[in-house]
T-cell receptor
Framework: GIQVEQSPPDLILQEGANSTLRCNFS?????LQWFHQNPWGQLINLFY???GTKQNGRLSATTVATERYSLLYISSSQTTDSGVYFC???????????FGKGITLSVRP | KAGVTQTPRYLIKTRGQQVTLSCSPI?????VSWYQQTPGQGLQFLFE???????NKGNFPGRFSGRQFSNSRSEMNVSTLELGDSALYLC????????????FGQGTRLTVV
């Protein structure tokens, strides 16, 4: 099956700093999503981005499907950005959503 | 539009018992998937249902089963609970599955004692 690797595993930032989270995947995909898991465990949708670039406020994401990676950019980070960020992909029809191990982001005031 | 609803939110069961978890997808969504999250194994796929049929299954023992009803609501059952089944169980709904965006519920946190 598809392998998903996220880096770095942990990230500590000062409030106001920018960051880039990376997701590499081992095969072609037709679905790629970024999630933020809140302290209560719910996965919050950030981007549905199988290819191209999207922006939503301070967050933006880029997926280069031909090179099998996706990047999530967080600008002017805030303490509320803290948590775990997951990348998840699907490849082929009727295939499962495969998650990376997540990136734990801590934003310090 | 209501999101994905999972019930119950928290559950404590004794080893050997069985448990049923419920998931109501977003209105109009026909695909429901279940995932188990543990600190050691991360997020692992259990199964996916589409129009009442199991379309995909992960590598879990037969003690884990599920079904989907005609209104797309889904239930997951775990029989003969083991301590290792303690986890956060997450349900996701999407329009059709593969090439459509998945939305997750708040999860059911199961503790087996």
């Amino acid at each position: 099956g598809i392998q998903v690797e996220q880096s770095p595993p942990d990230l500590i930032l000062q409030e106001g700093a920018n960051s880039t989270l990376r997701c590499n995947f081992s095969d072609s995909v037709n679905n790629l999503q970024w999630f933020h898991q809140n302290p209560w465990g719910q996965l919050i949708n950030l981007f549905y981005i199988p290819s191209g670039t999207k922006q939503n406020g301070r967050l933006s994401a880029t997926t280069v499907a031909t090179e099998r990676y996706s990047l999530l950019y967080i600008s002017s980070s805030q303490t509320t950005d803290s948590g775990v960020y997951f990348c998840a992909v699907r490849g082929g029809a009727n295939s499962k959503l495969t998650f990376g191990k997540g990136i734990t982001l801590s934003v310090r005031p | 539009k209501a999101g994905v609803t999972q019930t119950p939110r928290y559950l404590i069961k004794t080893r050997g018992q069985q448990v049923t978890l419920s998931c109501s997808p977003i209105s109009g969504h026909r695909s429901v998937s279940w995932y188990q999250q543990t600190p050691g194994q991360g997020l692992q796929f259990l199964f996916e249902y589409f129009s009442e049929t199991q379309r995909n299954k992960g590598n879990f023992p037969g003690r884990f089963s599920g079904r989907q009803f005609s209104n797309s609501r889904s239930e997951m059952n775990v029989s003969t609970l083991e301590l290792g089944d303690s986890a956060l169980y997450l349900c996701a709904s999407s329009l059709y599955g593969a090439q459509t965006e998945a939305f997750f519920g708040q999860g059911t946190r199961l503790t087996v004692v």
